[in-house]
């Protein structure tokens, strides 16, 4: 068995009806690659083969009610594919608007906690081409936030494709294992008891971090405070309901605007992001005169030497929405992220593992309960929005034989913050998925196609 990290865990206990906290991709395959044609079941046994140097995919999770510590990984000993791969058609004529419907609605349905939580949905008919004579399919694959991060994520997509259509399936793994309902109690009683023991270093660490933090905001050096950001059409409560849309740019256009103001990719990610919410923001009348503050996730991989799937933290990043001019809303926001990656850098890499790890499952249910339930959501929120930028490789991927065209992220939403912009770099191309709930944001297309204006806006300013 492998337990799960309190950050890991902390997915599970604050996840509701209202708010499943599991992340997607949707795959825009061609299927005029795959090897001896597509066929459904051709593509379920490739799958069913790679799983198998995938124990993650085979692993669920267990408990005791007397394990006073998270829940544990242990392999399915009834692990079958077919109860997580399924196959849907789409109504005609099949296009994007169709596609982001039916996946949203798959994005609304929470994960079946009995079983490996993942689903993997092939969905045929894309644009009314026939995928039997070498048309298109989309594939949704959806896991618990409990089990990845952007990086494991894309480590795990990175075994499930290949760069070669016919590239052979990696050796099998061995699972992580069974373990009994005594055995979780017992070693989770272990660590619950030598938990103490850790606040020897997470305190001092934490009061640092406080310390330096307050020198920073004195002299202007610090990142955006939480509760800082204007209230939006966004920043609500859920209900149960999701939808999806998604967009395509060119890398290569990206990289332009980089060059000629000597930012990084993430700037100009974040530009675009600022420059579609100014303008639907506008359009509605609703730009406030306060700029929006983003949540970026932060890989932590590289500095952590805690256990758990999720290694990230987190900063606050200004999105500087009301500054109209695009060329000075970017060089303003690239400053603003100098800033807040100083800022992070400085708090300990470990901090927030740490302190998840002393949450009981109790207090992290409660206190999504109280603030969902309260006018805590009514007032200023955390933050406006979720933006996270997953570097994908640049040569073409195979998804089980089949090109990937597009490969869309979509991370989840919470009450409070029910906006959520991924974005992922693939083969010259920058794709982008937005998720929302519709009671909020009834239309997101609007949103997504102002990311090609948001583009030539910048573009024009690099003339």
């Known amino acids: ?81 077919d109860r997580h791969l399924h196959r849907i058609g789409l109504p005609s004529p099949g296009g994007r608007h169709e596609l982001a419907e039916i996946c949203g609605h798959i994005a609304s349905l929470p994960l079946d906690r009995s079983r490996p939580l993942w689903e993997t949905w092939v969905i045929e008919n894309i644009a009314g081409t026939d995928a039997h004579a070498g048309g298109r399919i989309a594939v949704m694959t959806k896991m618990h936030h409990a089990g990845i991060d952007g990086v494991t994520g894309a480590n795990l997509m990175s075994t499930l494709c290949s760069t070669e259509p016919d590239a052979p399936a990696p050796d099998p793994v061995d699972g992580i ?27 001092p660490n934490t009061l640092s ?32 309901h999701r939808n999806i849309a998604f967009a395509q740019l060119d890398l290569e256009d990206i990289k332009t605007v980089k060059d000629h103001f000597g930012v990084k990719v993430n700037d100009v990610v974040m530009a675009l992001v600022s420059g579609v919410l100014r303008k639907f923001l506008a359009d509605r009348g ?10 970026v996730p932060v890989s932590v991989h590289e500095k952590s030497d805690r256990p758990g ?3 990230v933290s987190g900063m606050f990043s200004k999105l500087e929405t009301h500054i109209e001019d695009p060329g000075e809303r970017l060089k303003s926001i690239a400053e603003a992220n100098s800033v807040a990656k100083q800022h992070s850098s400085a708090i300990g890499a470990t901090l927030l593992q ?46 089980l034989g089949n090109e990937v065209k597009a490969m869309y992220p979509l991370g989840p939403i919470f009450h409070g913050s ?4 991924t974005v992922m770099s693939l ?14 944001l009834p239309d997101l297309w609007d949103m997504a196609d102002d990311f090609e204006v948001a583009l030539a806006e910048l573009l024009d300013a690099t003339r």
């Not at 604050?14 to 459904?40: N, R, W």
């Not at 085979?58 to 510590?69: M, Q, T, V, W």
């Not at 920073?216 to 149960?240: C, D, E, H, I, V």
């Not at 609703?286 to 949540?295: Q, T, Y």
Request: with cysteine; charged share 20%.
């Open 354 to 399: 740490d302190w998840s790890q002393f949450a009981a499952p109790a207090v992290f249910g409660i206190a999504m309960r109280v603030y969902a339930s309260s006018r805590l959501t009514e007032a200023r929120p955390v933050h406006n929005l979720v933006i996270s930028n997953v570097p994908g490789p640049q040569v073409p991927l195979y998804f």
């Open 427 to 440: 083969t010259g191309k920058l794709d982008v998925g937005i998720v929302s709930c519709p009671e909020l």
């Open 209 to 240: 971090s406080v310390v330096d933090t307050v020198k920073r905001a004195r002299s202007g050096l610090a990142m955006a405070a939480p509760f800082a950001a204007p209230k939006t059409a966004f920043n609500a409560n859920l209900t149960g």
């Open 1 to 81: 068995m492998q337990r799960l990290s309190g950050l890991d865990a902390s997915f599970l206990y604050l996840e509701t009806a209202k708010q499943p906290l599991h992340v997607c991709s949707i795959l825009e395959l061609d299927t005029s690659t795959m090897p001896g044609g597509y066929t459904f079941d051709r593509l379920r046994d490739a799958l069913a083969l790679r799983i198998k140097a995938m124990p993650q995919f085979r692993e669920k999770l267990a408990d005791s009610r007397f394990n006073p510590d998270h829940p544990v990984w242990v392999d399915d000993r009834d692990f079958d594919v």
């Open 418 to 421: 029910g906006l959520n912009i």
């Open 177 to 203: 294992g069974d373990a009994s309902s005594l055995e979780i109690a017992v070693s989770g009683a272990v660590k619950f008891a030598t938990r103490p023991l850790k606040l020897v270093n997470v305190v």
């Open 309 to 311: 799937r999720n290694q």
């Open 286 to 295: 609703e730009l406030p005169d306060n700029s929006l503050v983003a949540m």
